[in-house]
C-alpha cells in the first residue's frame, strides 16, 4: 500500500531510467531479437526484403548449421582457443601477481609495464605481432633461429599448423595483464595473519601458495576465469587481423561474419549467431547458478 | 632482517629475473614498433634488436599515403562523444538503480550487466538495419549509438555502486532544501563522484578508442573510418605488399596517447575494472 | 488514547492523529496521537528502535506515513514535499555538502526557492551572526570541526525561516563538554528565534533539561506525555518510570494484601509491606504489582530495621555515593542514591520506602494514580 510520496519516487526512478533502457533496447534487445528472427529466414544481404521463413531450417535442415563441418571445427577452434589461453593466463597472471604483491624498488614500474600490453588497442597488436611473426622479415622467426629453437623459418600467420599458436600467443600477450590485475586484488584483499602464521610456523613458501593462498582466492579466481571465458568465446578482432578467415583458426564470432558479410547469407549467418548468444548466455546462467547454489550452501 | 646467504643472493637474483623477463615479455613488441618505425623501407629487411638509425619517414608517409590524420579525428570524436553520452545515461540510471528502491531493481541491474556478454555478431545484422533505418550508414553516429551497447554496462554498473554509497543524509537535507532529483543528481552527486566518473569515462574511451568490428562493418569511405579499421586495411603500392613502415609508424602514434592515460590513471583502470570483476 | 493538552493556548503547529506506519506485518509506529503547540520545544525520547527519528522524519516527509493523518498548521500534511512543509531539519551527522563552502551550503536551498540575492545574503549573515560563524563562510565542510560543522547546519536551518525545526540527535557525535555547551545554545536559540523545535534524542539529561514537553516512546508508542518533571514525578506507565533517571528506579515485586481508600497495601519478597497511597481502582487483593522507587528517595541508615538489606557495593562519585544492596525483597539489587554512605560493603543497612515517594503499577504496567 505505498503511499503518494513512495508512488512518487518509484515514477521519479522509472523517468531517470527511460533514457538508457531506451538506448539499451534499440541497441541491444531489438538487434539480437532481429538476429533470432533473421536466423529463421532465407534472408540475403543483396535483396534483404524478399526473405522467406524457413523455420528451423539454418539449424536442423540438410545444409543446416548442425550438419555444417565447417561451423562444428569453429566450435571446436573456438572451445580449445578458449581453454588454451584462459589456463595459460591464469597461470601467468598469478605468477605476475604474485610477483608485483613482493615490494621492490621500481614496483610502480614493472606493474606500469605489465598493462601496457592491455592499453594497446587489439587491431594494433595484432599488427605488431604480424610484423614480429612475420615469415621473412620477422623477429620472432630470427631469434628463434639464432637460439637454435627452430630450423628454418616459419610461416607463422599462414601455415595452418601454426595459426593457432599464434593466436594464443598474441592472445596471451594482451590478455595476461588483466588477469594479473584481477588475481592482484585478490591477493591483496587476503588477511595477512595467515601468511604470519604461516612464516612463524616455518612453512615453505611454497606450501602456503597452494595451501593457504591458492584456496583463499580461489572464489575471486574462478570469477575472473569466467569472465576471460566468456570473452574468448565471443573472440573476432585478434584473429579477423592477424589472420583472417582460415579455417584452422576460425571461431564462431568469425565463421558467423563470415556467412553474413563474405558470402551474404543473412538468414544463415544470423542463425550461427543466435546460436553462439545462446551458448554464451547459457554459461553465464549456468555460471550465475552455481554460484548462487554455492552461496547459499555457505 | 634474515642474514645474507648464498642462497638468499640467488633466490633474489632469479626473482630480479623474473621481473625482467616479464617486464620485456609485456614491452618488447611496443619497443620493437617503435624500432621498426624509424626505419626506412630498405631497412626493414634487416632485423636488429636495438637502434642503429633513426629515420622519421614514415611518420611523415603515415599521414602522406593514407587517410590516417581523418581516422584520429574521427576516434577521438567518436570516443568522446560516447563518453558524454554514456556518462549522461549512466549517471541517470545510476541514481534510480542506486538511491530508490522499487520492484524488479535487483533483476534490472541483473539484465543490464547481462547485454555485456552479448557477442557482437549477435546482434551485428540488427544494428546494420537499424542503422540503415536510421540513415546512419557510414556516419559517425552509427559508431556512437552502436558502441552504447558495451559502455552501457559496465557504466551503469560502476556509477550505480559509487552511487549507492553516499550518505542516504545528504540526500534528504538536499530534499528538504527543495531539491529535485535532477537537482540532487547533478548539483550534489556528481561533484561527489569525481573518481567514479573518471574511471568509467576512462574505461569507455578505450573501449570506444578500441573498436573493431563495428567501425568496420558500418562505414564504408576513408573518411568516416576510425583508427583500427584504417590500420587494419593500411595497403601499401603493391596487393602483397604491406607498407610495414607506415603501419608500425600508426601503431605507434595511437599507441602512445594510451599508454601514457593508463600510466598516469593505472590505479583509477585498476580499480574499475576489478570492482566490476570482483563484484560480479 | 487521550490526546494530550498543554495547558497554555498556543495555537496547535503540528498535530498528529491516529498515525501509524508499518512495512507488510512489522509495525514501527502504531496510534501516535499528539499536539505540538506553536513555539514549543518539544522532545521525543526513547531507547533505540523505539520509532522516534522514525516519527520525526514522518513529520519531515522523508518517511511515509501508514496511516493517519499528520496535520502542520491545521492542513494535512501526509503528501506534501519535504520541502513545502514550511519545516527545517538539523542531521545527526550535519549533512553539510561536502563540495560547497559554509556560505554556499547555507545559500542551497535559498537558491533552490528562487529566493533573490541580497534577501538571501542578509539571512545568511545574519544566521552566521547568530551562531558566531561568520569567519567561518567561506571554509570548507572539512575544514571545520564537529561543533563549527553542527552549527553550520543550525544556520542552514535558520536560513529557511522556517517555523518548525526538527533536530535528529544533534548532539550524539559530539563529545561530552561540546554537548553540554550546545545544549544551552540550543536553548538561546529557542528563546530568541520562537519557533516550534522537535528535537530527538535517547539521552535524558538532553530531554529533561531542554524539553518544554516530552514525549516518552516504546516500542512505537507513546508511554507519556508531559513536562519533563512532571513524567519524572508522575511517572504513567513502568517504562517511563525507568526510563527517565539515573540510576535507574528501582522496581520491587510484590502482592496486593489490602485495597481501600486509604490507599494499596503491598507486601514484598522478604515479608515486609508498605502501604502506597494510590487509587485501589480495579485491584484486587492478590493480585501482582510492581512498587516503584527511585534511588534518592531510598534513606539508608546502618544497622537493622524494618526494610534491611547488605551493603554489596559502593560507588563513591564524590560528590554523591550509589550503594548496591542486596535484600530479598527484590530480585536483583536494590540501588540508594546518598551523599555518602551510611555502612561499609558486607555490613547490614536499612532502608524505606517513603510512601509519598513510592510509585506502584499493576500487570499491565500502568501506573495507579495518587490519591489527592
Known amino acids: 500500500m505505498a503511499d503518494r510520496l513512495s508512488r512518487n519516487r518509484t515514477r521519479t526512478a522509472w523517468l531517470f531510467l527511460t533514457p538508457m533502457l531506451v538506448v539499451l533496447a534499440l541497441v541491444a534487445a531489438w538487434p539480437l531479437l532481429r538476429t533470432i528472427w533473421l536466423g529463421l529466414t532465407d534472408a540475403n544481404l543483396l535483396h534483404l526484403d524478399d526473405s522467406k521463413w524457413v523455420g528451423l531450417d539454418n539449424y536442423t535442415g540438410k545444409g543446416g548449421l548442425l550438419h555444417d563441418k565447417v561451423w562444428w571445427s569453429a566450435v571446436r577452434n573456438t572451445l580449445w582457443f578458449t581453454l588454451l589461453t584462459v589456463s595459460i593466463e591464469t597461470v601467468l597472471g598469478t605468477v605476475i601477481a604474485l610477483v608485483l604483491t613482493r615490494t621492490f624498488p621500481g614496483r610502480a614500474l614493472v606493474r606500469a609495464a605489465v598493462l601496457i600490453p592491455w592499453a594497446i588497442p587489439t587491431v594494433v597488436s595484432a599488427k605488431m605481432w604480424s610484423w614480429m611473426l612475420n615469415d621473412q622479415f620477422g623477429i620472432v622467426n630470427d631469434l628463434l633461429l639464432k637460439v637454435g629453437l627452430i630450423d628454418g623459418p616459419k610461416a607463422w600467420t599462414a601455415d595452418p599448423g601454426l595459426l593457432m599458436t599464434s593466436v594464443v600467443l598474441v592472445d596471451v600477450w594482451k590478455t595476461t595483464p588483466f588477469m594479473a590485475l584481477l588475481v592482484l586484488a585478490a591477493l591483496q584483499m587476503l588477511p595477512k595473519e595467515c601468511y604470519e602464521a604461516a612464516q612463524i610456523d616455518g612453512v615453505h613458501p611454497v606450501k602456503v601458495f597452494f595451501k593457504v593462498t591458492l584456496p583463499l582466492i580461489r572464489p575471486a579466481v574462478m570469477v575472473a576465469v569466467i569472465f576471460r571465458a566468456l570473452d574468448a568465446i565471443r573472440i573476432f578482432d585478434l584473429i579477423y587481423v592477424l589472420i583472417g578467415s582460415r579455417e584452422s583458426t576460425m571461431t564462431m564470432s568469425i565463421y558467423a561474419r563470415q556467412q553474413l558479410i563474405e558470402f551474404q547469407q543473412v538468414g544463415y549467418g544470423s542463425a550461427a549467431s543466435t546460436l553462439l548468444f545462446f551458448i554464451v548466455a547459457l554459461l553465464t546462467i549456468v555460471y550465475v547458478l552455481v554460484g548462487r547454489v554455492k552461496l547459499g550452501s555457505d | 632482517m634474515p642474514p645474507i646467504t648464498t642462497g638468499r643472493v640467488v633466490k633474489t637474483s632469479l626473482f630480479y629475473l623474473l621481473v625482467l623477463a616479464i617486464v620485456a615479455f609485456a614491452v618488447f613488441p611496443f619497443y620493437y614498433a617503435i624500432l621498426s618505425s624509424l626505419k626506412t623501407s630498405s631497412q626493414l629487411f634487416d632485423i636488429d634488436y636495438f637502434p642503429v638509425r633513426w629515420n622519421f619517414g614514415n611518420y611523415v608517409g603515415v599521414f602522406r599515403d593514407n587517410p590516417f590524420a581523418t581516422n584520429l579525428w574521427n576516434s577521438l570524436l567518436v570516443a568522446v562523444v560516447t563518453v558524454m553520452v554514456s556518462l549522461f545515461l549512466g549517471v541517470t540510471a545510476a541514481y534510480a538503480l542506486a538511491r530508490i528502491r522499487f520492484r524488479g531493481r535487483g533483476l534490472l541491474l541483473m539484465t543490464i550487466l547481462g547485454v555485456s556478454m552479448f557477442p557482437q555478431i549477435a546482434v551485428l545484422s540488427g544494428m546494420y538495419q537499424l542503422v540503415r533505418a536510421l540513415g546512419l550508414y557510414n556516419h559517425l553516429g552509427a559508431l556512437v549509438l552502436s558502441y552504447m551497447i558495451f559502455t552501457l554496462p559496465f557504466t551503469v554498473w560502476v556509477l550505480t555502486t559509487f552511487m549507492r554509497e553516499l550518505p542516504k543524509e545528504l540526500e534528504e537535507a538536499a530534499i528538504l532544501d527543495g531539491a529535485s532529483p535532477w537537482v540532487i543528481v547533478t548539483r550534489v552527486f556528481m561533484p561527489l563522484m569525481g573518481p567514479a566518473i573518471v574511471t568509467t569515462g576512462l574505461l569507455a574511451f578505450i573501449a570506444a578508442w578500441n573498436e573493431f568490428l563495428f567501425a568496420l562493418t558500418f562505414t564504408l569511405t576513408n573518411n568516416e573510418r576510425t583508427v583500427p579499421v584504417g590500420i587494419a586495411t593500411m595497403s601499401g603500392a603493391s596487393a602483397h605488399e604491406l607498407p610495414w613502415g607506415n603501419i608500425m609508424a600508426a601503431s605507434v602514434i595511437v599507441t602512445l596517447p594510451l599508454v601514457l592515460l593508463v600510466l598516469v590513471f593505472q590505479r583509477r583502470i585498476v580499480s574499475g575494472l576489478t570492482a566490476g570483476a570482483v563484484k560480479g | ?372
Not at chain 3, 41 to 66: H, N, Y
Not at chain 3, 110 to 117: F, H, M, V
Not at chain 3, 233 to 256: C, D, I, K, S
Not at chain 3, 272 to 281: N, Q, R
Open chain 3, 1 to 372: 488514547m487521550a490526546v494530550a493538552k498543554l495547558v497554555s493556548e498556543a495555537p496547535v503547529a503540528i498535530s498528529l492523529v491516529g498515525v501509524g506506519k508499518h512495512y507488510g506485518k512489522t509495525k514501527v509506529l502504531d496510534d501516535i496521537n499528539l499536539e505540538i503547540r506553536a513555539q514549543e520545544f518539544c522532545v521525543f525520547v526513547g531507547p533505540s528502535g523505539c520509532g522516534k527519528s522514525t516519527l520525526l522524519r514522518m513529520i519531515a516527509g522523508l518517511e511515509s506515513i501508514t496511516t493517519g493523518g499528520l496535520f502542520i498548521d491545521g492542513k494535512k500534511m501526509n503528501d506534501v514535499e519535504p520541502s513545502k512543509r514550511g519545516i527545517a531539519m538539523v542531521f545527526q551527522s550535519y549533512a553539510l555538502y561536502p563540495h560547497m563552502n559554509v556560505y554556499d551550503n547555507m545559500a542551497f536551498g535559498l537558491k533552490l526557492a528562487k529566493t533573490s540575492r541580497g534577501e538571501a545574503d542578509q539571512r545568511i549573515r545574519e544566521a552566521a551572526r547568530m551562531l558566531e560563524i561568520e569567519p567561518l563562510l567561506h571554509r570548507l565542510p572539512k575544514e571545520l570541526s564537529g561543533g563549527q560543522r553542527q552549527r553550520v547546519a543550525i544556520g542552514r536551518a535558520i536560513t529557511r525561516h522556517a517555523k518548525i525545526f526538527l533536530f535528529d540527535e544533534p548532539l550524539s557525535n559530539l563529545d561530552a563538554a561540546l554537548r553540554v555547551s550546545m545544549r544551552s545554545e540550543l536553548a538561546r536559540l529557542h528563546k530568541k528565534l520562537a519557533t516550534t523545535m522537535v528535537y530527538v534524542t535517547h539521552d535524558q539529561v538532553e530531554a529533561m533539561t531542554m524539553a518544554d514537553r516530552l514525549v516518552v516512546l516504546h516500542a512505537g508508542r507513546i508511554e507519556q506525555v508531559g513536562p519533563p518533571l512532571e513524567v519524572y514525578h508522575r511517572p504513567r506507565t513502568q517504562f517511563a518510570a525507568g526510563f527517565l533517571g539515573a540510576p535507574r528506579m528501582n522496581f520491587l515485586r510484590g502482592e496486593v494484601t489490602a485495597a481501600g481508600s486509604a490507599g494499596v497495601t503491598i507486601k514484598l519478597g522478604d515479608g515486609t509491606s508498605v502501604t502506597v497511597p494510590v487509587s485501589p481502582e480495579g485491584i484486587v487483593t492478590g493480585a501482582r504489582v510492581t512498587l516503584g522507587v527511585r534511588p534518592e528517595h531510598l534513606r539508608l541508615a546502618a544497622g537493622t530495621g524494618e526494610h534491611q538489606a547488605t551493603v554489596q557495593l559502593v560507588e563513591d562519585l564524590g560528590d554523591h555515593a550509589i550503594v548496591h544492596l542486596e535484600t530479598p525483597a527484590a530480585e536483583g539489587r536494590l540501588l540508594a542514591k546518598v551523599e555518602t554512605s551510611p555502612a561499609e560493603e558486607g555490613a547490614t543497612a536499612t532502608y524505606e520506602l517513603p510512601p509519598e515517594h513510592c510509585h506502584v503499577f499493576d500487570s499491565t504496567e500502568r501506573a495507579l494514580t495518587r490519591l489527592a
